[in-house]
């Protein structure tokens, strides 16, 4: 059993590639934690694709022990946070099970965009913050600029910033030092009825359901019978342990404290994060506040290329929602791919991680469709409808009026890039909101249609300021837009995979495009085939696929031209009946090719 006051609990926040798994890398290494041999890289990265992106996607916890330079033995229980926008959501459940962060900026690049949405939220849950300056034995490394950039940017007194170099091992005893004496000890009641948060859990083939937990008030302990709030579900408990990256079994849980547990749950679905569990008899009185749950963002139709491998799909994404509780799935049906699931994400990088995930760890291949954002529609009877799928789309006498998602974005870009970021965002129907300078960067902050920003904004951000450039936004709310819904006929058939929102004054370049396209992509058959886009009943783009001719007229020499003219005529009568009846294969790849939007 530990003291209170010899626990720490806290998450290292940051930018993207600013640091932090390599400095966690340190900590534990440092602490003993791991023993040497079996230390590598990113050790807290366990998935494949984690460690090939070098990203964290999803928060990961360890127990470490340390002793301080006054002697006492400290228990240090710490979270490595992901930095992209897309993984926001697991950052702000971690922030709730912990007391204190430890801000990580680059000594040479100083405060991006992420650095500040990771730091709000560290504050809004109320966290003490130790600001810990990264790389400063790189030339470029400055850490007075950066340190009143913080001051300035952020408004957190960073005058005692620990400076450190995490790949190389510089100011780790620092770090600890500061952890122990300047964040926090955990606040609890040993006595109390068990309340406990549910922070995360993931599937286990060996072990079912692992759930991790934070202890607030009350011990829990091995073969407790305990109760989740929100689904009043009741479970004993088989086994605890704490996680040292590897599970150390563990005899009970105090206040305070960090671990996981297992109790032979078979459905991910059965644990929600965000909920307080108790113990089965004399528990807690009310839940303790949980999470909002997370708003998808970004939906997009994800179908198996081959049509029996429906049922491996649907196994493997409940699989991989069990890991994940930001994204979220129903079946859909489409008539030119089939059976499938219509999925929400937060974000387009959430989508490639998953669709990869699924190629890679269930070895099924995918289609996925358009990815589109969440419209209203306000209908003439006064009801209100969410339209998630552009093919749903009503016919345009019933509905009143259509509003589209709005997004807050902030753009933190070198000067010299300046312009090419505003023309970019004039581009995508942004409104500018504000323009400030913090050194030699300049923020911006643009009021943004989501539209715009899931097909390619990213991409095309970061090839405009050669990478420089960093980007965080939040949802601001809908608006009303001149929006339509823009359909794809290939030989008079409308191919639902392919229809699209999109504002009506670019809806004829989209169009143009979209064709200009597709006539490469679909290969030549025996009759010409009409590509088109059209709204509505109108057409707005058309590209002809012309057809694969036979010579008939080759047997023919000499005589009269009528002869000639009769077996084309013939030829002609026989393209047209097939067209009627001839059905146009589009190939998977034109599919892919087509949804993928260039400028």
């Known amino acids: ?46 998935m494949d694709i984690e460690r090939e992106r070098g990203i964290t996607i999803k928060a990961n916890t360890v127990r470490l022990n340390y002793r301080a330079r006054d002697g006492r033995d400290y228990v ?76 300035d940017v952020i408004g957190l007194d960073a005058h005692d910033a620990v400076l450190i170099s995490a790949k190389a091992g510089i100011g780790i005893d620092e770090v600890l030092e500061a952890i122990v004496t300047r964040l926090p000890a955990p606040k609890g009641e040993r006595g109390a009825p068990l309340r406990a948060m549910l922070v995360d859990s993931w599937y286990d083939a060996y072990l079912g359901v692992v759930v991790m937990i934070r202890v607030m008030d009350g011990v829990v302990k091995k073969g407790d019978r305990i109760r989740m709030m929100a689904t009043n579900a009741v479970y004993g408990i088989d086994r605890l342990a704490v996680l040292r990256p590897q ?159 709005r997004i807050k974005a902030t753009i933190m870009v070198p000067d010299e890039y300046l312009g090419d970021i505003l023309k970019l965002c004039q581009d995508r129907r942004g409104i ?11 923020m911006v902050i643009y009021d943004l249609p989501l539209n715009e920003v899931v ?35 290939v030989n008079d058939e409308p191919v639902d995979a392919l229809s699209m929102m999109v504002h009506r004054d670019r809806a004829e370049m989209r169009g143009r495009a979209m064709v200009e396209k597709l006539k490469d992509l679909i290969p030549r058959h025996m009759f010409k085939i009409p590509i088109q886009a059209a709204i509505g009943g109108k057409v707005i783009a058309r590209e002809t696929l012309s057809a694969l001719r036979k010579d008939v007229t080759a047997k023919c020499y000499g005589g009269d031209a009528t002869r000639k003219r009769k077996l084309l005529d013939k030829q002609k009568a026989g393209k047209k009946k097939m067209r009627q009846f001839g059905k146009v294969e589009i190939p998977q790849e034109a599919f892919i090719s087509a949804l993928k939007m260039d400028d």
């Open 1 to 46: 059993m530990t003291d209170l006051s010899n626990i720490r609990n806290f998450s290292i926040v940051a930018h993207i590639d600013h640091g932090k798994s390599t400095l966690a890398d340190r900590l534990i290494q440092r602490t003993g934690t791991v023993a040497d041999r079996d230390m590598k890289e990113q050790i807290l990265d366990a």
């Open 76 to 151: 240090l229980n710490l979270i490595d946070t992901p930095g992209h926008v897309d993984f926001a959501y697991e950052v702000s459940r971690s922030m709730r099970a912990v007391e204190g962060s430890l801000l990580v900026v680059d000594a040479s690049q100083g405060v991006e965009a992420q650095t500040l949405a990771n730091v709000y939220q560290a504050l809004d849950a109320g966290h003490e913050i130790v600001p810990v300056l990264n790389k400063i034995d790189l030339p470029a490394a400055d850490p007075e600029r950066v340190k009143e950039n913080i001051e």
């Open 247 to 405: 599970m150390q079994e563990i005899e009970e849980l105090g206040p305070g404290e960090i671990g996981v547990f297992t109790a032979s749950i078979k459905q991910v679905r059965d644990t929600r994060v965000g909920d307080t569990i108790t113990q089965e008899k004399k528990g807690c009185e009310a839940p303790l506040p949980g999470f909002k749950p997370a708003q998808p963002v970004v939906f997009c139709g994800l179908f198996p290329v081959d049509a029996n491998e429906f049922e491996d799909l649907r196994d493997a994404i409940e699989k991989l929602a069990l890991n994940d509780a930001s994204f979220s799935y129903e079946m859909e049906t489409s008539a030119a791919l089939g059976f499938g699931f219509r999925c929400g994400f937060l974000g387009l990088l959430h989508l490639e991680v998953i669709r990869d995930r699924l190629e890679r760890e269930y070895d099924i291949d995918l289609i996925t469709t358009a990815p589109s954002v969440v419209y209203r529609l306000f209908m003439k009877d006064g009801i209100m409808r969410e339209l998630h799928n552009p093919a749903d789309m009503p016919d345009l006498t019933y509905v009143d009026h259509l509003e589209e998602p």
């Open 432 to 442: 500018q909101l504000d323009l400030t300078y913090a050194g030699n960067r300049a």
């Open 455 to 489: 097909f390619d904004f990213y991409d095309r951000l970061k090839s405009v300021t050669k990478g420089y450039a960093s980007f965080d936004y939040q949802l601001a709310g809908y608006q009303e837009d001149n929006l339509v819904k823009m359909s794809v006929l």
